[in-house]
């Protein structure tokens, strides 16, 4: 099994900056990539961005790219996600995602273990 605890989201004005983390523990063979979707209301839930833990190799939708950056930290089993430049279609409850496919899938059924999501709101 796979656990991962997601930091505190928040509320942020428009063109400001957050950092969103994602502790992970378990069988390390599950979560060769882990990755960051997000879910507005009403919305299906959308890839943001991904990260191969061994290589470090990320991955991004276009939407953020050029603004946010995933990171991870191999000896605190942990991924970031840095978001600068935020604007308001930004808000959405974020998640973390681990799956045993070792590239970054852009695909949410890829992904067999989730955070218990975090808002993310910024206003205009």
């Known amino acids: 099994q796979v656990q991962l605890v997601e930091s505190e989201g928040g509320l942020v004005q428009a063109g400001g900056s957050l950092r969103l983390s994602c502790a992970a523990s378990g069988r390390t063979f599950s979560r060769s990539a882990m990755g960051w979707f997000r879910q507005a209301p009403g919305k299906q839930r959308e890839f943001v961005a991904a990260i191969i833990w061994s290589s470090g190799t990320t991955y991004y939708a276009e939407s953020v790219k050029g603004r946010f950056t995933i990171s991870r930290d191999n000896a605190k089993n942990t991924v970031y996600l840095q978001m600068n430049s935020l604007k308001p279609e930004d808000t959405a409850v974020y998640y973390c995602?681990?799956?045993?496919?070792?590239?970054?899938?852009?695909?949410?059924?890829?992904?067999?273990?989730w955070g218990q999501g975090t808002q993310v709101t910024v206003s205009s």
């Open positions: 995602a681990a799956t045993p496919r070792p590239y970054g899938s852009r695909s949410y059924s890829d992904y067999n273990y």
